[in-house]
């Protein structure tokens, strides 16, 4: 079993930062990229940003500069710094992570997600 738990979602007026942690636990062999998405009510679920085991990231393009994707390899920890927020970042966050995990015996691997975190930006 793998589990991915999101949390630091919340309420925050507009102009100010919140950071979201994602930690990933269970039988897992390693993880691959880990990344944000975001649905916000009645649109798709969209990109938010991604980042490799390297640490490469990658941006949604009009997020690029207030959003800053980070993640602690060891603790299998993805990271959201999100600055400058707009109402029009209200959404639920969810974390996905593209892993491999060990059943004991044998590996399997998959895409999984949280359950997602609320993110409010008042005006």
């Known amino acids: 079993q793998v589990q991915l738990v999101e949390s630091g979602g919340g309420l925050v007026q507009a102009g100010g930062s919140l950071r979201l942690s994602c930690a990933a636990s269970g039988s897992i062999f390693s993880i691959n990229a880990m990344g944000w998405y975001r649905q916000a009510p009645g649109k798709r679920r969209e990109l938010v940003a991604t980042i490799t085991s390297g640490g490469s990231a990658n941006y949604a393009e009009s997020l690029k500069g207030r959003f800053t994707i980070s993640r602690d390899n060891a603790k299998n920890t993805v990271y959201l710094q999100m600055n400058s927020l707009k109402p029009e970042d209200t959404a639920v966050y969810y974390c996905?992570?593209?892993?491999?995990?060990?059943?004991?015996?044998?590996?399997?691997?998959?895409?999984?997600w949280g359950q997602g975190t609320q993110v409010t930006v008042s005006s």
């Open positions: 996905n992570a593209d892993l491999m995990q060990y059943t004991g015996s044998h590996y399997i691997k998959d895409d999984y």
